[in-house]
């Protein structure tokens, strides 16, 4: 099994000299994100026969080394300077590269693939004018990154003061507030249907405070997937616990009694959920609701094969505690990561192609492992009665499962926490 790795990267402000330039840490990061997913962006429009590396270089009609290469260098538990630190020379990278863009249709002409690869060019020529001098400044850099790179002492903190500014000032305008918001989601393989998998989330907004205005407390996960609109048929969903809505479900024994719910429908006709202002009092509201789905393709089965699970910080909040649970047999063959992206409702795909989102370092992905013994989380003294309540709904065994969690304080207001899961090559 895969483990869930800690991703670091280095302050964004630090500067080391050295080769023909000046490089900035921060600089070095963003190229390699751009550049990672300019380039997933263009393969996933190759059309070829299978997944890998051989299927992408027949198709190509360039060595497959240098394919290996390329595609290694992608994989999502690199970071930007790592992606860069992989990759082939130049020559050859852009020699793929133009062999996917005149394969996926796309054309070479004002391709931002090829403008990403130039900004790579560019680095190198800055680094001293060759790969391997920005390969050692990348090592030496990480290597020291306490005393140069920048790790400098109150770093951390002061990104935490930063987004509880955010948070804050969201606050006050908007006139509400959530202690934490918390989501739990499971995902398995169909025993009917094993090129398809099922699931199910439960989310809750904990201590929710609303000083002026109703708040809209429905909120669902979004399963980011390749062209997912287009993925309806064959797809079910239905609200777990007593509904409220065509796809949430209340969990009333995890939720304040009584709730103050009311129904409020707008002009265009849709009916939504809503919290009332000045209800709750002190200690604020608790909503749980949760929906069961099934019938989305087993990502192991499709051409870019990863599974991603967002959870979307719509609210103010103090604290964010996002669980993913897979079936050990997906969590042995997947390889997982996280990252925090501004969200936009036609965010689809892979989320690491959408490299212009990206909002800061991304947070830590713990492993809970087996089980969910470690489900207990001080965000919330309910936590982990929340997860068992999932896997009671779903009437599936969560010793099955493996766990991962996101726990962040003051989450980046507007902001999709992504967590992605490859499922790597066949080859």
């Not at 009609?61 to 992608?74: E, K, N, P, Q, T």
Request: charged share 25%.
């Amino acid at each position: 099994m895969a483990n869930a790795g800690v991703r670091t990267n280095a302050g964004a402000a630090v500067q080391i000299h050295g080769g023909s330039g000046d490089l900035d840490w921060s600089r070095v990061v963003s190229v390699g994100d751009r550049l990672r997913g300019e380039l997933l962006g263009v393969f996933e429009q190759v059309p070829r026969e299978g997944a890998g590396v051989s299927a992408l270089a027949r198709t190509l009609g360039v060595d497959r080394s240098l394919c290996h290469r390329v595609l290694a260098a992608l994989r999502p538990e690199h970071s930007g300077e790592e992606v860069l630190r992989r990759m082939p020379g130049v020559d050859g990278l852009e020699q793929v590269v133009r062999a996917a863009l005149r394969m996926s249709g796309r054309g070479e002409a004002s391709s931002p693939a090829l403008a990403a690869v130039e900004e790579f060019r560019r680095l190198i020529w800055d680094a001293g004018g060759s790969h391997a001098k920005l390969s050692r400044w990348v090592q030496d850099a990480s290597s020291r990154s306490v005393s140069v790179v920048g790790e400098e002492p109150g770093k951390t903190n002061e990104d935490a003061r930063s987004r509880r500014s955010i948070m804050e000032g969201a606050s006050r305008i908007l006139g509400y507030s959530v202690d934490a918001v918390t989501m739990v989601a499971a995902t398995r393989p169909m025993p009917s249907r094993p090129d398809c998998v099922e699931g199910g989330t439960i989310s809750a907004l904990a201590g929710l405070r609303s000083r002026a205005a109703r708040v809209v407390v429905v909120s669902r996960a979004v399963q980011l997937r390749p062209g997912a609109q287009d993925m309806t048929t064959g797809v079910s969903s239905r609200p777990l616990g007593e509904r409220i809505d065509e796809g949430e479900g209340l969990i009333r024994s995890l939720s304040t009694q009584p709730l103050p719910l009311a129904a409020c429908e707008d002009e265009d006709g849709t009916l939504r959920q809503v919290v009332e202002a000045n209800t709750g009092g002190a200690a604020g509201v608790d909503v749980v609701t949760a929906r069961q789905w099934s019938g989305m393709p087993h990502p192991a089965h499709d051409q870019e094969r990863f599974w991603a699970q967002s959870c979307s910080v719509q609210r103010p909040a103090r604290r964010l505690v996002f669980d993913v649970y897979m079936h050990r047999s997906m969590a042995m063959v997947s390889l997982p990561s996280i990252t925090p992206m501004l969200w936009r409702p036609n965010l689809r795909g892979n989320p690491l192609k959408h490299w212009d989102r990206r909002v800061g370092s991304p947070p830590t992905l713990e492993l809970l492992g087996k089980g969910i013994a470690n489900a207990a989380s001080p965000a919330w003294e309910r936590h982990a009665e929340m997860t068992r309540e999932l896997f009671t709904q779903l009437a599936w065994n969560p010793d099955d499962f493996v766990g991962y969690r996101c726990d962040v304080d003051y989450p980046v207001w507007s902001a999709a926490y992504i967590m992605v899961f490859e499922f790597g090559n066949e080859d």
